[in-house]
Nanobody, 122 residues
Framework: QVQLVESGGGLVQPGGSLTLSCVAS????????IGWFRQAPGKEREGVSY????????IIADSVKGRFTGSRDDAKKTAYLHMNNLKPEDTAVYYC???????????????WGHGTQVTVSS
């Protein structure tokens, strides 16, 4: 049974930083492509980061480019979303997702975590 558990969210001031973690179980993590998504109230789910497998290729959405970075540690079965220079418009629930196929920034992944809230406010 696939399980993805996000952590690291919280309240941060504008300009601050957070690193989200996503710990996976029940899957051969190194064979799975990882996506990070976010959803703000009243808005559609938005893909912000894609992390490939062995090749390590990554994609970052234009809306967060230069501020967010996705990474993974296969030995720890953990994916990360490093967020810098956070803005109020980054406030959302952040989800990680995993799939055997490369879904890139499209929300078509088979497995999802329950999300972690990130609030950017002074």
């Amino acid at each position: 049974q696939v399980q993805l558990v996000e952590s690291g969210g919280g309240l941060v001031q504008p300009g601050g930083s957070l690193t989200l973690s996503c710990v996976a179980s029940g899957i051969p993590f190194d064979a799975y492509y990882i996506g990070w998504f976010r959803q703000a109230p009243g808005k559609e789910r938005e893909g912000v980061s894609y992390i490939g497998t062995i090749s390590g290729d990554t994609i970052i959405a234009d809306s967060v480019k230069g501020r967010f970075t996705g990474s993974r540690d296969d030995a720890k079965k953990t994916a990360y979303l490093h967020m810098n220079n956070l803005k109020p418009e980054d406030t959302a629930v952040y989800y990680c997702a995993a799939d055997r196929l490369a879904r890139y920034l499209y929300p078509a992944y088979n497995s999802w975590g329950h999300g972690t809230q990130v609030t950017v406010s002074s």
